[in-house]
Every structure is written in structure tokens, then in C-alpha cells.
């Protein structure tokens, strides 16, 4: 059987900023999981005594914390800042992007519709830094009835599919004199979907390796599943099923933005041996 890796798969920018930022800061605590790979965040632990701290509460003056890279809601921040926590902030730049806009358009006085997850931690992040609020939708669907200004302004969990962020643009662009879109989308969520939509194209098989929590492994996982109906979703070698590779001939691999090239490497392996 051949095996086949997408074009582009794995950590990306935002990832292995974080990764690095966490190795250097020895001792420390991430607020929420780093990132969404618990593999990962076992690694840290054991070999960089980063530990995992999920209420805010439990930090006290004079604590590290490690914000994580979905960034966490304005004012957790500024109580951990007011508590004297010493606070490293690994938020990813893609993710601080649309924190900005969100702050600043509606200080503008502008509605915020965003596109995305509202139970994502990236979304609830997003959210607090509008002055006004702001209305999450994951479809056209769940717009219809909402009433808002007649200025709006866009923006896009960073891990979202282009295609659908641009449905809910053009809905509002029908009913609205004045919509800004902002892309929040970033270029390695748009990189890693067009590389496993190429690749599921033309696999027999499809693994797809991530944290089953993921949001931009899910929407890997859902990519491939449209072109490829023997398409998985695996966090590791172990929920290998020997049963997936029989009579197949060509097997395309991807992998989400927090799965470090260790885990991939251990999947692949495991996948020739069992073919």
C-alpha cells in the first residue's frame, strides 16, 4: 500500500510559538490547555514541568502562567494581571488579530457578528473584547430574525472553512448598507484544507491525525470524509484498525495544526507495519 502525506499538515506557526514559549518557561502553568493535543501536554509536563491549571483561581501572586495559544477572555487576563501572576502570553498573532478588530470596530460603533464556535475558547476569547457584545452564528441559519445596526463588522474563528465564513458575508451584504469583512481565517488552516482536499481526492484510505477536540482537525477530518468515505480520525497509533488498510491501495495522511511531527511519525510507522 502506498502511503501518502498531504502537502501541507501538522503544527503550525501559532503552534510551535507556543511550543517553544512553554520548553522556555520551566516550572509554569498553562491557563487551559496549550493546545489541543494531549499528547503534547503530557510531553511539556514531563519533560519541561509545565503544568495544567483549568481554574483561574487556582493561580496565586506570584505564579507563571502561560496563556494558551486559543487566548483566554479580557478580563481573565486582567485578573490574573491584578492577582500579580507573572503571565507569559502565548496567544497566537492569528488569534490576537481578531481580538483587535473586535476591540476597535465596536468602539467604532459597529454590531459584531462572529463566525464560529460559541463554546470554542478562541470564541469566548473573541467575544469579551467587543465593548458592545457580539452575536456568534456557525450558519446563515441562526442570522435569520437577528436585528442589528445598519454598520456591521465580520470576523472568523481562525480554523473555519473559507467557503462557509463567506455564505454568512454575503447574507449579511443583502440586508446591511455597510459590512466589514475581516479574514480572520489563517493561511495555514486555508493551506492544510486544500492539501488533504487534493489528497482525500484520490486515497482509498484517509487518516487524519489530531486531537479529537480540535476544531481545524475536525474540519480536516470533515474535508476528507467529502471525498473520501473511509476517512478516520486518530489521535495516535493505538485507535489504529488493522481493518481500514485491507484491499486498499493508496493511504493519504494529514494532520492538524497541534499534532507534533513525534505523534505523526509514530502513526505512519504503525500504518506500515499493519499493511
Same mark, same amino acid.
Given at each position: 500500500?502506498?502511503?501518502?502525506?498531504? %502537502?501541507?499538515?501538522? /503544527? @503550525? $506557526?501559532g503552534v510551535k510559538r507556543a511550543i517553544k514559549i512553554a520548553?522556555?518557561? !520551566?516550572?509554569s502553568a498553562t491557563y487551559g490547555p496549550l493546545i489541543h493535543?494531549?499528547?503534547?501536554?503530557?510531553?511539556?509536563? %514531563?519533560? /519541561?514541568? =509545565?503544568?495544567?491549571?483549568?481554574?483561574?483561581?487556582?493561580?496565586?501572586?506570584?505564579?507563571?502562567?502561560?496563556?494558551?495559544?486559543?487566548? +483566554?477572555?479580557?478580563?481573565?487576563?486582567? /485578573?490574573?494581571?491584578?492577582?500579580?501572576?507573572?503571565?507569559? &502570553? #502565548?496567544?497566537?498573532?492569528?488569534?490576537?488579530?481578531?481580538?483587535?478588530?473586535?476591540? %476597535?470596530?465596536?468602539? &467604532?460603533?459597529?454590531?459584531?457578528?462572529?463566525?464560529?464556535? =460559541?463554546?470554542?475558547?478562541?470564541?469566548?476569547?473573541?467575544?469579551?473584547?467587543? &465593548?458592545?457584545?457580539?452575536?456568534?452564528?456557525?450558519?446563515?441559519?441562526?442570522?435569520?430574525?437577528?436585528? $442589528?445596526?445598519?454598520?456591521?463588522?465580520?470576523?472568523?474563528?481562525?480554523?473555519?472553512? !473559507? &467557503?462557509? /465564513?463567506?455564505?454568512?458575508?454575503?447574507?449579511?451584504?443583502?440586508?446591511?448598507?455597510?459590512?466589514?469583512?475581516?479574514?480572520?481565517? @489563517?493561511?495555514?488552516? $486555508?493551506?492544510?484544507?486544500? #492539501?488533504?482536499?487534493?489528497?482525500?481526492?484520490?486515497?482509498?484510505?484517509? !487518516?487524519? +491525525?489530531?486531537?479529537?477536540?480540535?476544531?481545524?482537525?475536525?474540519?480536516?477530518?470533515?474535508?476528507?470524509?467529502?471525498? @473520501? %468515505?473511509?476517512?478516520?480520525?486518530?489521535?495516535?497509533?493505538?485507535?489504529?484498525?488493522?481493518?481500514w488498510f485491507f484491499n486498499k491501495k493508496n493511504c493519504g495522511?494529514?494532520?492538524?495544526?497541534?499534532?507534533?511531527?513525534?505523534?505523526?511519525?509514530?502513526?505512519?510507522?504503525?500504518?506500515?507495519?499493519?499493511?
Open positions: 500500500m502506498k502511503i501518502e502525506l498531504a %502537502e501541507n499538515y501538522g /503544527f @503550525c $506557526f520548553e522556555e518557561s !520551566v516550572g493535543n494531549s499528547k503534547e501536554i503530557n510531553r511539556l509536563k %514531563e519533560d /519541561f514541568d =509545565v503544568s495544567l491549571i483549568e481554574n483561574i483561581n487556582s493561580f496565586t501572586t506570584g505564579d507563571k502562567a502561560v496563556i494558551r495559544t486559543h487566548g +483566554i477572555p479580557k478580563s481573565e487576563l486582567a /485578573f490574573l494581571k491584578q492577582r500579580k501572576v507573572e503571565v507569559t &502570553d #502565548a496567544t497566537c498573532p492569528y488569534v490576537t488579530k481578531p481580538q483587535q478588530i473586535c476591540e %476597535e470596530m465596536s468602539k &467604532d460603533g459597529y454590531d459584531i457578528v462572529i463566525f464560529g464556535d =460559541v463554546n470554542h475558547p478562541e470564541i469566548k476569547g473573541v467575544m469579551s473584547y467587543s &465593548d458592545t457584545g457580539a452575536t456568534v452564528v456557525e450558519d446563515v441559519a441562526e442570522l435569520k430574525g437577528k436585528v $442589528f445596526k445598519e454598520k456591521i463588522a465580520v470576523v472568523a474563528q481562525t480554523t473555519r472553512k !473559507v &467557503d462557509d /465564513f463567506m455564505k454568512v458575508c454575503n447574507f449579511l451584504m443583502r440586508s446591511h448598507k455597510e459590512v466589514r469583512v475581516f479574514n480572520t481565517i @489563517c493561511n495555514a488552516t $486555508f493551506d492544510n484544507q486544500d #492539501a488533504v482536499r487534493k489528497l482525500s481526492k484520490v486515497s482509498d484510505v484517509m !487518516v487524519v +491525525i489530531g486531537g479529537k477536540n480540535s476544531s481545524n482537525t475536525k474540519q480536516l477530518h470533515a474535508i476528507s470524509k467529502e471525498n @473520501c %468515505e473511509n476517512s478516520y480520525l486518530v489521535e495516535g497509533p493505538d485507535d489504529l484498525d488493522e481493518s495522511i494529514s494532520a492538524g495544526a497541534s499534532t507534533p511531527d513525534w505523534i505523526i511519525t509514530q502513526v505512519m510507522d504503525k500504518i506500515k507495519a499493519l499493511s
